[in-house]
């Protein structure tokens, strides 16, 4: 398997732009979070589906972050517009199960820069 | 509330020697316990877990980990150190009082850096 897919893998944009970050979770699996981690506040979980619904995005900062699942295969986070403190790293993570003694899985991220 | 502490941002060891990597935790109810390795440019990577059971968990890579419930740790180890062991290693507890949150919450990380 491949893995959870991220794209893009770096991110540069201006200040007031959209930006989509991507993501394909592994085959098979049911949950999918997206975190973000920055060197203040380490890793946040944002948002996470269960079968392609949202369960708990309490963690999305603002309305500015919106995100979907249109199906099992692929998820996007959106930032519109986006700010200098929207710089991060952004990843995607998928697990098997919903449960919480069950382990996700990473992509390797995306790195969102915002000027 | 739940809570991780990695009590020490970073641990230096000589290639060979024994390493540990702290974590204690904070929830309500039984934890489930999680490592995760963190390599530069890369996401994380699950090393190993305690769900129940036995309280000494082993993992990838040789990694093992020791649940103690008194002390509310679980420190992660491993009996001989390698080089390319460098990396940040992340500690993170949720738990079935979760229910349908799914909160996963992560400790700040370790830097590791395993010296030739």
């Known amino acids: 398997d491949a893995g959870v897919i991220q794209s893009p893998r770096h991110e540069v944009t201006e200040m007031g732009q959209e930006v989509t970050l991507r993501c394909k979770p592994i085959?098979?699996?049911?949950?999918l979070f997206w975190y973000r981690q920055t060197m203040m506040r380490g890793l946040e979980l944002l948002i996470y589906f269960n079968n392609n619904v949202p369960i708990d995005d309490s963690g999305m900062p603002e309305d500015r972050f919106s995100a979907k699942m249109p199906n099992a295969s692929f998820s996007t986070l959106k930032i519109q517009p986006s700010e200098p403190r929207d710089s991060a790293v952004y990843f995607c993570a998928s697990s098997l199960r919903q449960a919480p003694n069950t382990e996700a899985f990473f992509g390797q991220g995306t790195r969102l820069t915002v000027v | 509330a739940q809570s991780v502490a990695q009590p020490e941002d970073q641990v230096n060891v000589a290639e060979g020697n024994p390493l540990t990597v702290k974590c204690t935790y904070s929830v309500s109810g039984n934890p489930y316990l999680f490592w995760y390795v963190q390599y530069p440019n890369r996401g994380l990577q699950f090393l190993l877990k305690y769900i129940t059971g036995d309280n000494l968990v082993k993992g990838s890579y040789g990694f093992e980990a020791e649940f103690n419930k008194s002390q509310t740790s679980f420190h992660l180890k491993k009996p001989s150190a390698l080089v390319s062991d460098s990396a940040l290693y992340f500690c993170a507890v949720s738990s079935p009082a979760s229910g349908s949150a799914r909160q996963l919450t992560f400790g700040s990380g370790t830097q590791l850096t395993v010296l030739p």
């Open positions: 085959s098979g699996h049911n949950s």
